[in-house]
């Protein structure tokens, strides 16, 4: 089964306006934390925010946050202000702090973001 | 501080080649982890590794595939007689191994076998 989904393969916001990345994830380990990465054209992976399973408050990270809402297991990103720098794929990723050995990080299959001028 | 470097930025290589692409990680960072991207889509796991360990290859194929990450100096992703299907980007990514601590990762390889 899926662990991370991330429903909007391709989606477009325009410039200055706030856009929400969606994430959704399963897991039965009550310890987990959730990421997200940003990859531009250029390829380079850039780590943009945790959150953990335990946290009282969403992340925030200048313009990112992180819209948690553990009932229902999602952890959309919320851009801020967009800029057109800000055009790329952005990954959510999930890892489990139980798994032992096996905690890597387990990844959605991303959603590209286009901001028009 | 430096980040995590590979190298090469790219390598062509012909089939039936072997290819060796080298990670150094985040000083301190002794959790390296290889991914493979293919063009337009994420990120596949391929080989967990600490320092002279592999503790999780199960991504990685069973044959021409093979990864280390000595005691001293950078992991190295080796695949030996390349096919065309091998063409992909290929991160590398470290971490100290704690709890909330990201991954780091790389600029990646572009392999291309021609």
């Known amino acids: 089964a899926q662990k991370i989904t991330q429903t909007q393969p391709g989606m477009f916001v325009q410039e200055k306006e706030a856009v929400t990345l969606d994430c959704t994830y399963d897991?039965?380990?009550?310890?987990?934390?959730l990421f997200w990465y940003k990859q531009p054209s250029s390829g380079e992976m850039i780590f943009l925010i945790y959150?953990?399973?335990?946290d009282q408050q969403n992340a925030t990270e200048g313009r990112y946050s992180l819209n948690f809402q553990k009932a229902r297991k999602s952890a959309n990103l919320v851009i801020s202000a967009s800029q057109l720098g800000d055009s790329a794929m952005y990954f959510c990723?999930?890892?489990?702090?139980?798994?032992?050995?096996?905690?890597?990080?387990?990844w959605g299959l991303g959603t590209s973001l286009g901001v028009n001028p | 501080n430096a980040g995590v470097m590979q190298n090469p930025r790219h390598l062509v290589r012909r089939r039936g080649q072997e290819a060796r692409l080298r990670c150094s990680p985040v000083?301190?960072?002794?959790?390296v982890y290889w991914y493979r991207q293919l063009p337009e889509e994420g990120l596949k796991f391929m080989v967990y590794?600490?320092?002279?360990?592999?503790?999780?290859e199960s991504g990685m194929p069973k044959e021409r595939f093979s990864a280390e990450f000595p005691k001293e100096g950078p992991s190295i992703l080796r695949i030996q007689q390349v096919v065309r299907g091998d063409s992909a980007a290929y991160f590398c990514?470290?971490?100290?191994?704690?709890?909330?601590?990201?991954?780091?990762f790389g600029n990646g390889t572009r392999l291309t076998v021609t």
């Open positions: 990514a470290s971490s100290p191994g704690t709890a909330r601590s990201p991954l780091h």
């Open positions: 000083k301190g960072h002794s959790h």
């Open positions: 590794l600490q320092k002279e360990n592999i503790i999780d």
């Open positions: 897991t039965s380990d009550p310890s987990y934390g």
């Open positions: 959150q953990g399973s335990y």
């Open positions: 990723a999930m890892r489990e702090e139980n798994a032992g050995n096996n905690r890597k990080l387990i």
